[in-house]
């Protein structure tokens, strides 16, 4: 009885100690490698220095973060399957890439991306009174987006309202370049909307 107990016991140590040696392996083939490249959309050729953030889009954990080498390329570890992740990817002079509720695959151990960026604009807006040349100082100026959005981007707010300067102008950079409807309140200024305000690179805009 004394041998059998031993040989019990034995057999439990030998277990436990292939659990310990399969556990790691086991949490490795549970995490997932995501690679990418980010490139102009124009010109495909790569972006370098750009952010790259997933985030868990339920607020739980899963942060991952990462910049981009010379060649454009990125790579996110340990990323668990079977979670919903938010995807941004920025760079300066750029319109921020955005992938919505995208959920990595329980089966799926890797993911190639290809992320193309927008170049971004400038949108400068001059706030006159009626003599259209006395500028106005703390107007409120707010921006929205004509477009529809892309299908993948879910809800994207608008960009904060600014207010302007004493010289009656204000700026919005690094905004998409595209179409928009730019509104203005002011103090002693009625209230107005200009819509189709295109901004491929920079514009210049007086309201009186």
Known sequence: ???????????????????????????????????????DRETQAPIANADVELTNAGGGSGFFRAHTGGDGRFTLDRVA???????????????????????????????????????????????????????????????????????????RPPPPARWTDATGAVTFADVDAQNWTVSVEGTGLMTQELRNVAVPVTWTLTLS
């Open 1 to 39: 009885m004394l041998r059998a107990r031993r040989s019990r016991l034995k057999c439990a140590g030998l277990l436990a100690a292939a659990l310990l040696l399969f556990l790691p392996a086991l949490a490795r083939a549970q995490n997932a490698r995501i690679t990418g490249r980010v490139v």
């Open 81 to 155: 399957p079977e979670r919903w992740y938010n995807l941004v990817v920025g760079a300066k002079g750029y319109a921020d890439f955005s992938l919505q509720s995208w959920q990595f695959p329980s089966a799926q151990r890797g993911a190639e991306f290809v992320i193309p960026l927008d170049r971004a604009g400038t949108l400068r807006i001059q706030v006159t009174a009626s003599d259209g040349r006395t500028p106005v100082a703390a107007a409120k100026v707010s921006i929205r987006s004509e477009s529809g959005g892309r299908w993948w981007e879910g809800f």
